[in-house]
Antibody, heavy 117, light 108 residues
Framework: EVQLVQSGGGLVHPGESLRLSCVAS????????MHWVRQATGKGLEWVST???????DYLDSVRGRFTISRETAKNSLSLQMNSLTAGDTAVYYC???????????WGQGILVTVSS | IVLTQSPGTLSLSPGERATLSCRAS???????LAWYQQKPGQAPRLLIY???TRATGIPDRFSGSGSGTDFTLTISRLDPEDFAVYYC??????????FGQGTKLEIK
């Protein structure tokens, strides 16, 4: 059974940093692209970042230069380091597995990040 | 590429047929269009990918169709558990992954 279990998150002040983690099980982690998707309260879904199986990365323009995605194959782990956080980054963050056709076939439980003074 | 979903809210009764629309501002490459269901407090669930292929474990009352710029999610006979928010999503563009704004399917 594919599982994505997230940790990290919480309440931080504007300008501070936070690190999210996602531990995968039930599939061969190294073979899949992995993603972070976020959702502000009452709003729609927004793709944030991708860590490709080949080591490539990609970011939403508004987080590029502030967020860093990484993966550790030995630990089946995906991380998102978020720096210089702003109120606009407040959202539930989901990790998700790539479904091979540019979709997201399995999702973590989501974790809330709140940026507030 | 901008995805526009309609209607914003759809009010129907259990047993009825639901038709949700997703229109792209440009042609979608290789029909890389997916549909998700999201219930309150839960993560989204993949329903349809490649415009018309049901994901694993998805009931056959859910079907997807369309190509190019116009796509449709159809739920043939609404079950009470189907009332939720539905999102379409495409791959290929800028940013690389885009979601529609969602259609809320509510009980009439």
């Amino acid at each position: 059974e594919v599982q994505l279990v997230q940790s990290g998150g919480g309440l931080v002040h504007p300008g501070e940093s936070l690190r999210l983690s996602c531990v995968a099980s039930g599939f061969t982690f190294r073979r899949y692209d992995m993603h972070w998707v976020r959702q502000a309260t009452g709003k729609g879904l927004e793709w944030v970042s991708t860590a490709g199986a080949a080591g490539d990365t990609d970011y939403l323009d508004s987080v590029r230069g502030r967020f860093t995605i990484s993966r550790e194959t030995a630990k089946n782990s995906l991380s998102l380091q978020m720096n210089s956080l702003t109120a606009g980054d407040t959202a539930v963050y989901y990790c998700a597995r790539d479904g091979r056709s540019g979709n997201f076939d399995y999702w973590g439980q989501g974790i809330l990040v709140t940026v507030s003074s | 590429i901008v995805l526009t979903q309609s209607p914003g809210t759809l009010s129907l009764s259990p047993g009825e047929r639901a038709t949700l629309s997703c229109r792209a501002s440009q042609i979608v490459n290789k029909n890389y269009l997916a549909w998700y269901q999201q219930k309150p407090g839960q993560a989204p669930r993949l329903l349809i990918y490649d415009a018309s292929t049901r994901a694993t474990g998805i009931p056959d009352r859910f079907s997807g169709s369309g190509s190019g710029t116009d796509f449709t999610l159809t739920i043939s006979r609404l079950d009470p558990e189907d009332f939720a928010v539905y999102y379409c999503q495409l791959y290929g563009g800028s940013p690389r992954y885009n979601f529609g704004q969602g259609t809320k399917l509510e009980i009439k």
